[in-house]
């Protein structure tokens, strides 16, 4: 909706993409990829609804280079990091990971409930 924030996640790791609105927001290009984990679109570079997910099972390693270039030099570069899906810091059973790590972003301030 108009004012409000515009979220996506890639790999896990949600950002907050409102300031590339004319990206993301409704009606422009990349709208599919937001409001959810959009990991295997981006590695892609698919709006394919079906690749509108976090599953990344049978990408080439050249679709893997891919995803962490762009999310390392589009996304935690441009964007601020807002959270993270539950895929990313609780284990299949629900439990805390307790390998969740927080990524490293100059503009982001990791808050004691991480």
């Given amino acids: 909706q108009e004012g409000q924030p515009i979220y996506l996640a890639v790999k896990g790791v ?34 394919d609804p079906a690749d509108l997910t976090h599953d990344i ?3 080439t390693e050249e ?3 891919s995803l962490d270039d762009i999310f390392n030099n589009v996304y935690k570069a441009k964007y601020p990091i807002v959270g993270y899906t539950s895929r990313r810091i609780l284990n299949e059973d629900g439990s805390p990971n307790l390998d969740f ?11 004691d409930e991480f």
């Fill in 63 to 65: 679709e893997l280079k």
């Fill in 14 to 47: 949600v950002f907050d993409v409102t300031s590339g609105k004319e990206f993301y927001g409704k009606g422009a290009p990349y709208n599919a990829l937001v409001g959810k984990d959009s990991t295997r679109g981006v590695a892609k570079m698919s709006l």
């Fill in 101 to 111: 790590k927080p990524e490293d972003q100059p503009h982001f301030n990791i808050k």
């Fill in 57 to 59: 099972t049978g990408l």
